[in-house]
């Protein structure tokens, strides 16, 4: 399709999800040698089906299935899911209950304590006594 030919292809695995029978290209069946050479003389035999073919072909590839559509889209599911968690996120602090501002100010006030474990007196004052002893 991209080459601007027209397509000609089996019912098997993603081709069908690109090509439209009779629209961007001739499906036959897979596997099946009979079809195959149906499809082909479909194309070869009707040439203003083969230029459709290929117009409606390289058409969807040029506005659906180049980059530039593809980042595009990909960027909008993003935007939209990140919208979403942004709303459920704000819906879910709308809920919660809030805490007072002195239970708040508490909480903060006890979290920041620092704690400094003073040398127990008896080592201080030991330390003392020997530096005593030293002079």
């Known amino acids: 399709m991209a080459a601007q030919v027209p397509v000609v292809t089996s019912d098997v695995g993603g081709l069908k999800d690109f090509v439209e029978n009779m629209e ?3 499906t036959t069946y897979a596997g099946d040698a ?3 050479a149906w499809g082909l ?3 070869l035999r009707n040439p ?3 230029q459709r073919l290929r117009e409606t072909g390289y058409d969807k590839v040029k506005h659906i299935y180049n980059w530039k559509v ?6 909008e ?3 939209k899911v990140l919208n979403e968690a942004n709303m459920q996120k704000a819906s879910a602090e709308a809920i919660a209950p809030k805490e007072a501002p002195k239970e708040a100010a508490k ?3 006890a979290e920041s304590k620092v704690t400094v474990n003073a040398a127990p007196k008896e080592k201080t004052n030991g330390a003392a006594k020997t530096a005593k002893a030293k002079r």
Do not use: H, N, W
Not at 70 to 75: D, F, P, Q
């Open 107 to 109: 909480d903060a006030a």
């Open 70 to 75: 593809i980042a595009s889209r990909t960027y």
């Open 77 to 79: 599911v993003y935007q």
């Open 34 to 36: 009979s079809s195959l």
């Open 41 to 43: 003389l479909q194309v």
């Open 48 to 50: 203003e089906l083969a």
């Open 24 to 26: 961007t290209g001739v």
